[in-house]
């Protein structure tokens, strides 16, 4: 095993061999020493989240979720991993759930647990080390650990390591067989799937054994558009992430740089492009295993053509205002409305071959410290859905919430350039605007693109508040949140066209960034060091 000295790791690094960019520095190492171990970006990756869900409890856990988009060298595909557990597929527990509500602080609000087997699917399908390989950093971590949870987590992951180990046949078979001792579904032992549906039932949740047992890591095609010569992927409407490319549509009638970087007319076309972007998240998006999502024709030449004249360049917006995608309406008045006034972390990983993953581990952990003897700590997810009957994010048995998770990678002529995660509930996708036009349409690399000043709206439902009347959900009508970086004279000019201007001293979520020059095979990783993200590389 190679051993990274953690005091070494800082926030930006490059190197041809790999590179990772993440949350706290030991996660950073984990993914690093795999990559020493000639894994590639999948395994490191897979390690990397691992480690995060012990360096960065409180803001992901392995009870948690994290969506996945994976670039295959090999291939020239990329995909997208649904790593996002369901809905109880008991109809009384969803029938429990229309009546009272989704609760928050309570078992009631978790989903199934999926970062086990999306890691390990990732390992199957694209990796090429073993659980026990992968999983070593992160049991050196809690072995040096001196939280309670700490023994319990590393008894549980070695329990896992046990099966591969027990298990025959192919690496794929044995690590089939380690992650059926998580899920429940082994034929012989199931211990750990037992001890979570006993906290489970402990804790009146209603999450079951049952449950464990049909979860599934959905491999998919992702949502994808074209902008300025670049292919910008985004996972599915399960997630936020199809709205970024709803703006960067709108966006593309408009020349950004001659506006000026972070003028006042600049601030504001961005803004209001994600306004009406995010307004269509808001009335559209849910798991498309359940609801039809009108994809193409929000994405259509003809939509965006009619939505773009919307974008008032004098005033803000203060209504929300979803269009029409099926009959063709900029607006659809019936949904327009005068609005009543987490925890997440990062992953970027590239390797010497080519491959490059983006992933956002997260469970806005409310138990920390584990579930009972696993170990295993849950998160909040569920209340990312609704309950508003006929809504296409209202819950129902094994549906995914459509959550603010949302990696980006991005290709330019068929070969990837750039891997974004950010944290940040609904500022994830708005950071990573920033951050691509930052890059494409100002040339920055990620250290100088990670560090530059950002801004942000809360005009839109916020996505962690099942409330019924979606109305009254949304956050703060004509908000912009606007680093304190940005000229006073911007802030005044953006105040008079009526944005309400909250100036903000920290950073405006948390971004991590990954560039691939393919002429040198130089990687280029950073992560802002005032939101605490670190990045490492090999030479």
């Not at 969803?94 to 890691?119: E, F, Q, R, T």
């Not at 699917?121 to 309670?148: C, E, N, V």
């Not at 979520?509 to 993200?533: F, K």
């Amino acid at each position: 095993m190679a051993h990274i000295d953690v005091s070494t790791i800082g926030w930006q690094a490059s190197g041809k061999t790999g590179a990772v960019a993440a949350g706290a520095a030991g996660a950073v190492a984990a993914g690093i020493e795999i990559l020493a171990q000639d894994g590639n970006a999948a395994d490191a990756a897979a390690a990397t989240i691992f480690a995060l869900n012990v360096t960065d409890h409180g803001a992901c856990s392995i009870g948690g979720e994290v969506p996945v988009l994976i670039y295959d060298a090999q291939s020239g595909d990329v995909k997208s991993l649904s790593g996002q557990g369901g809905a109880p597929l008991d109809r009384a527990a969803i029938a429990w759930y229309m009546a009272n509500g989704i609760p928050n602080h309570d078992m009631k609000m978790a989903p199934v647990p999926s970062v086990v087997d999306l890691c390990i699917t990732l390992l199957q399908r694209y990796g090429t080390k073993s659980f026990a390989d992968i999983i070593a950093p992160t049991l050196a971590i809690l072995d040096a650990g001196d939280q309670p949870w700490h023994p319990n987590l590393a008894k549980t992951l070695r329990r896992m390591v046990e099966e591969e180990g027990i298990a025959s046949g192919s690496r794929e078979v044995r690590l089939q067989a380690a992650c059926d001792r998580f899920y429940g579904r082994h034929p012989e032992r199931n211990d750990i799937a037992e001890e979570l549906e006993a906290f489970y039932i402990a804790e009146g949740g209603f999450l079951r054994r049952a449950d464990l047992a049909a979860h599934k890591t959905l491999i998919e095609e992702p949502v994808a558009v074209n902008y300025r010569g670049y292919t910008v992927y985004k996972c599915g409407p399960w997630t936020q992430g199809p709205y970024l490319c709803q703006a960067l549509r709108l966006l593309e009638g408009f020349d950004l740089p001659a506006l000026g970087h972070f003028s006042a007319d600049y601030v504001h076309l961005l803004t209001e492009a994600l306004k009406l972007a995010m307004a269509d998240r808001d009335a559209y998006y849910g798991d498309p295993n359940f609801v039809d999502v009108p994809l193409e024709q929000l994405l259509s030449d003809a939509y965006t053509a009619l939505r773009r004249p919307l974008i008032d360049m004098a005033h803000a917006s203060h209504e929300a205002r979803p269009g029409d995608p099926i009959a063709m309406q900029a607006v659809k008045h019936s949904d327009a409305f005068e609005p009543v006034v987490g925890g997440t972390t990062t992953c970027v990983v590239a390797d010497r071959w080519g491959n490059v993953v983006s992933a956002t581990p997260s469970a806005n952990v409310y138990h920390e410290g584990g579930s009972g003897s696993t170990g295993v700590s849950y998160g909040n997810r569920l209340r990312s859905l609704n309950t508003t009957a006929g809504h296409p994010n209202c819950i129902q048995p094994g549906k995914r919430p459509r959550i603010t998770l949302t990696p980006t990678l991005v290709l330019k002529e068929g070969r990837p350039v750039l891997a974004i995660s950010v944290a940040g509930g609904d500022l994830q996708d708005q950071a990573a605007l920033n951050l691509l036009l930052n890059h494409i349409e100002f040339g920055m690399m990620p250290a100088q693109a990670v560090t530059a000043p950002r801004f942000a709206t809360d005009h839109h439902e916020d996505s962690f508040d099942p409330n019924p009347n979606r109305a009254e959900t949304v956050k703060k009508v004509g908000s912009l949140t606007i680093s304190d970086a940005i000229d006073p004279g911007v802030r005044d000019e953006l105040a008079r066209r009526g944005h309400d201007i909250e100036v903000k001293e920290r950073p405006v979520a948390t971004p991590v960034m990954l560039y691939i020059d393919q002429e040198s095979g130089t990687s280029y990783a950073a992560g802002d060091p005032a939101a605490g993200r670190h990045a490492a590389a090999l030479a």
